[in-house]
């Protein structure tokens, strides 16, 4: 299984509401990524776990909480967020953090804040 | 601070051409990742290449070292084949530098 899902695929959400995205893998993988991406853009790297510990915040607005509660498993909490939020939202892992390591993505949940 | 240039930016082909996407970096890296992505859609790394050439069906990949350069070919392209491709450099870290990508529609 060499497959990262995500839930869900499209999320609309009003600048009040509190929603969760999330990200499953079952290849072993101990790293695991969370990208935004809007339109016509690369993806920006927002959050990096490994080992089920938060390695890398990239001083992303704590309207967004990542959370990891098992290997498998990454989730990023929304709460009050912003129209300039609505983007492709991408999970990826790989099997460590560091050293060259191929990233597996996943399809990615397009959200959009009114 | 490592930059990434992709080239070009927009390419439309005909079903059946031999295509090149080229990415240039400027600091030395570890490796050079090249990715799809499908309109709407998720990423899938095609390569990760840290020298010498690469090859999965109708993609190859090479990279020179020296000349800080790598280029994506696609043979015999297909419509299918329509989707952004994105250069990404990794250095020592994790982290990924992602190119801007290159926009390719290939017609029939």
């Known amino acids: 299984d060499t497959e990262v899902t995500q839930t869900p695929k499209h999320l609309v959400m009003g600048m009040t509401n509190k929603k969760s995205l999330k990200c499953e893998q079952h290849?072993?993988?101990?790293?695991m990524y969370w990208y935004k991406q809007k339109a016509k853009k690369p993806p920006e790297l927002m959050f990096v776990?490994?080992?089920?510990?938060?390695?890398i915040n990239e001083s992303v607005p704590s309207r967004f909480s990542p959370e990891c509660p098992n290997s498998s498993l990454l989730n990023l909490h929304l709460h009050a967020l912003q129209p300039e939020d609505s983007a492709l939202y991408l999970c990826?892992?790989?099997?460590?953090?560091?050293?060259?390591?191929?990233?597996?993505f996943g399809p990615g949940t397009r959200l959009t804040v009114l | 601070k490592n930059e990434v240039e992709q080239s070009p930016q927009n390419l439309t082909a005909q079903e059946g051409e031999f295509i090149t996407i080229n990415c240039s970096y400027s600091?030395?890296?570890?490796?050079l990742h090249w990715l799809q992505q499908h309109p709407g859609g998720g990423i899938v790394s095609l390569f990760m290449l840290s020298s010498g050439k690469k090859k999965h069906g109708r993609l190859i990949a090479t990279i020179n070292i020296q000349e800080k350069h790598s280029s994506l070919h696609i043979t015999a392209s297909h419509p299918r084949d329509s989707a952004v491709y994105i250069c990404?450099?990794?250095?020592?870290?994790?982290?990924?530098?992602f190119g801007k990508g290159t926009k390719l529609t290939v017609n029939p």
């Open positions: 600091v030395g890296i570890s490796a």
């Open positions: 990826a892992s790989s099997q460590e953090e560091t050293g060259v390591r191929e990233q597996y």
């Open positions: 290849m072993g993988h101990r790293a």
């Open positions: 990404a450099s990794q250095g020592g870290s994790e982290k990924l530098v």
């Open positions: 776990y490994s080992y089920e510990k938060l390695s």
